[in-house]
């Protein structure tokens, strides 16, 4: 048995401006996970302490939370792993969401990017067209089955740094359920559905990898790189800035060996945008003008590596689009 | 299905772990920025490796890592270029190369875990550089020069090669998300708590700050995207720095470097200002092993560092 200290954010919207915080002591064996002790000490010492929870098992979604500042699931966190010396584990709500009830959070915000996906299978033809089920080759299935593992626990869309700043980010789970829908062979929807996932900023993802701690190892960030190769193969909203980067940083790349910074800022801006390009050259306080003058700007033109053609070679081999 | 590899599972690194340590040469990436908006650093790099004693062969024939981006194009050809990079330091007899770009070690790391683990993406990327008679043996390791610092040089050693000890400077880390995430690819010390920076700059004489932004992002990939995104998120997290307390920055990761220091002027609107100067690795490292600070390309940054080392009496 242990003594457990829960340090326990606690607010309520309809009573409280500010949150304040609860030191709950529980006695309870070290090895159960935080939702136990959440769950014992609702039970034995304060009934109020508010928490979702449903299946225990991983398998709900409902009890993403904070430990020690770091979102995962409390029923698949071990009070041994993350308590203090003495005992204490921190609980808060989930980041980049609004609290509710002290660990309960709004999460209309994350279900309302759902809901725009249209989650569900849009075939073209009538379900009555067909005399038995829509069949799918094992390979076909493969690429959905780890997406379809996903519990809508929104840790990844917690962890994202951009939904932090730019709520109009569809956020990783987002991203990644459309993933699971465009790589479905039995829908008649791709390249709207790509249409309306790059319209909800799929291209804001910033590569940061945070949503690699998914706890049903759904890996959003590598789902979502797979949604833009997607929108690059069917050419939906080709002019959009995130296209055209990772097209003009290909193209440089291919060009010179390196990731020439002048002509992939011209490319993914627009060359002839001359409204675009003095707006990020110049942004706010005139970033551009700053670097120019601590000599700091990268160079026009960039002479090619040694042995370029090699580097050709390669991107024609894998047949890479540059344009 | 993925796992997270514990910092000491290095599966893929695994058949070098016996290497001497008297091993001095090493191979040298340094990546596009040091070459042109960062200059700064490559130069500072060089500088440190003198002062460390080591020689870094730069791979001047090596390509871009591919920078995360072209990912977004072709699933292949990243770690295909990434292959012709190891091919060249193999073919120099080097199997150590060496990176000071956070993005340049995740990817180039990424791509030499693909190939280790898969016979069919090594047969794969060797059947194309067949084509201009180059072939990648699978015996090189990326590393970071931070990691250099450490497991080469050591903490202890470090601390003894200290000539102008930092005089309890208090200065944040930020390491850049490719440098420890995904944990499975970088795997050299946990992502979620990562202390390498911190024992660096403590080795150097000064105060490490604590604080969550250290292992978040910089937006700096997406900053031509959607305007003033990456300008936030520099802005909330050189809030936390400078709200612990923070008088400078310091990262291995010259694109972090370029958000945090251009960018802090502009998020000043809705995260206060913090004009947080912040510090290439190597610059600082060199600093305090003694290369004169106008050599270190300090007056290059927009946020000017030579100000808190005039206060805290680094430089006169």
């Known amino acids: 048995m242990a003594n457990i200290k829960l340090d326990i954010f606690r607010f309520d919207e309809a009573t409280d401006t500010i949150p304040h915080r609860d030191v709950v002591e529980v006695d309870i064996p070290e090895t159960i996970t935080v939702l136990d002790a959440l769950e014992h000490a609702k039970a034995e010492v304060d009934g109020s302490i508010s928490f979702r929870r449903s299946c225990r098992s991983a398998i709900c979604g409902s009890c993403s939370m904070n430990i020690n500042g770091v979102t995962s699931l409390a029923c698949k966190t071990n009070c041994k792993d993350v308590m203090d010396e003495d005992g204490s584990i921190q609980v808060d709500p989930m980041p980049?969401?609004?609290?509710?009830?002290?660990?309960?959070?709004?999460?209309?915000?994350?279900?309302?990017?759902?809901?725009?996906?249209?989650?569900?299978?849009?075939?073209?033809?009538?379900?009555?067209?067909?005399?038995?089920?829509?069949?799918?080759?094992?390979?076909?299935?493969?690429?959905?089955?780890?997406?379809?593992?996903?519990?809508?626990?929104?840790?990844?869309?917690?962890?994202?740094?951009?939904?932090?700043?730019?709520?109009?980010?569809?956020?990783?789970?987002?991203?990644?359920?459309?993933?699971?829908?465009?790589?479905?062979?039995?829908?008649?929807?791709?390249?709207?559905?790509?249409?309306?996932?790059?319209?909800?900023?799929?291209?804001?993802?910033?590569?940061?990898?945070?949503?690699?701690?998914?706890?049903?190892?759904?890996?959003?960030?590598?789902?979502?790189?797979?949604?833009?190769?997607?929108?690059?193969?069917?050419?939906?909203?080709?002019?959009?800035?995130?296209?055209?980067?990772?097209?003009?940083?290909?193209?440089?790349?291919?060009?010179?060996?390196?990731?020439?910074?002048?002509?992939?800022?011209?490319?993914?801006?627009?060359?002839?945008?001359?409204?675009?390009?003095?707006?990020?050259?110049?942004?706010?306080?005139?970033?551009g003008m700053r670097m120019a003058l601590k000599g700091k700007m990268p160079p026009p033109f960039i002479k090619p590596i040694p042995k370029v053609d090699e580097v050709r070679t390669i991107f024609e081999s894998l047949e890479v689009p540059v344009s | 299905m993925s796992t997270t590899l514990l910092p000491e599972d290095r599966a893929f690194d695994s058949h070098k772990s016996t290497r001497s340590r008297e091993m001095k040469r090493y191979g040298f990436f340094p990546g596009c920025v040091a070459k042109e908006s960062c200059k700064e650093l490559f130069n500072s790099t060089m500088l440190l490796a003198d002062k460390l004693g080591i020689e870094l062969i730069e791979l001047t024939a090596a390509s871009c890592c591919g920078a995360s981006v072209v990912n977004d194009v072709n699933r292949d050809v990243a770690r295909v270029l990434n292959a012709r990079t190891y091919a060249q330091a193999e073919a120099l007899g080097l199997d150590d190369v060496i990176t000071i770009c956070s993005t340049c070690t995740g990817h180039m790391r990424a791509a030499n875990k693909e190939l280790l683990e898969s016979e069919e993406r090594m047969n794969q990327a060797n059947s194309i550089l067949g084509k201009f008679g180059a072939k990648y043996n699978g015996g090189v390791m990326v590393r970071h020069l931070l990691w250099l610092l450490i497991d080469d040089i050591g903490l202890d050693n470090l601390r003894s090669m200290v000539v102008r000890p930092l005089n309890g400077l208090k200065v944040a880390p930020f390491y850049g998300c490719h440098i420890i995430r995904p944990e499975n690819v970088n795997g050299w010390e946990s992502a979620r708590n990562p202390h390498s920076l911190e024992d660096v700059i403590e080795a150097l004489g000064g105060e490490a700050v604590d604080y969550a932004g250290k292992t978040r992002c910089c937006g700096f990939h997406i900053q031509l995207e959607k305007d003033n995104v990456a300008a936030n998120m520099v802005g909330q997290n050189m809030r936390m720095a400078k709200d612990h307390g923070a008088e400078a920055v310091i990262t291995p990761c010259p694109l972090c470097h370029l958000a945090l220091d251009g960018y802090q002027q502009d998020s000043a609107s809705r995260w206060g200002r913090t004009d947080l100067p912040t510090f290439h690795l190597p610059q600082l490292v060199a600093f305090a092993l003694g290369v004169a600070p106008e050599k270190l390309g300090l007056n290059k940054h927009l946020i000017d560092p030579r100000t808190v080392m005039v206060q805290r009496d680094l430089i006169s």
Not at chain 1, 126 to 153: F, G, Q, T, Y
């Open chain 1, 96 to 287: 980049n969401f609004q609290p509710m009830k002290d660990l309960v959070v709004h999460m209309d915000p994350f279900w309302d990017k759902y809901a725009r996906l249209k989650p569900y299978l849009q075939p073209k033809d009538k379900d009555s067209d067909h005399e038995r089920e829509r069949r799918v080759s094992p390979d076909d299935m493969k690429k959905l089955v780890d997406v379809a593992n996903c519990i809508m626990c929104a840790t990844c869309y917690a962890l994202c740094p951009v939904v932090s700043v730019d709520p109009a980010f569809a956020g990783p789970a987002a991203i990644a359920y459309a993933y699971r829908f465009i790589e479905d062979v039995r829908d008649s929807k791709r390249d709207e559905r790509i249409a309306q996932i790059s319209e909800d900023y799929l291209w804001l993802c910033a590569h940061c990898y945070a949503c690699s701690y998914c706890p049903k190892h759904v890996d959003p960030n590598w789902r979502i790189v797979d949604v833009k190769r997607a929108a690059i193969k069917d050419r939906v909203l080709m002019n959009e800035r995130g296209p055209r980067h990772a097209l003009v940083v290909a193209k440089t790349i291919k060009q010179t060996g390196m990731l020439a910074e002048t002509e992939v800022i011209q490319g993914t801006i627009g060359r002839f945008n001359i409204k675009g390009l003095v707006k990020i050259t110049f942004l706010g306080a005139a970033l």
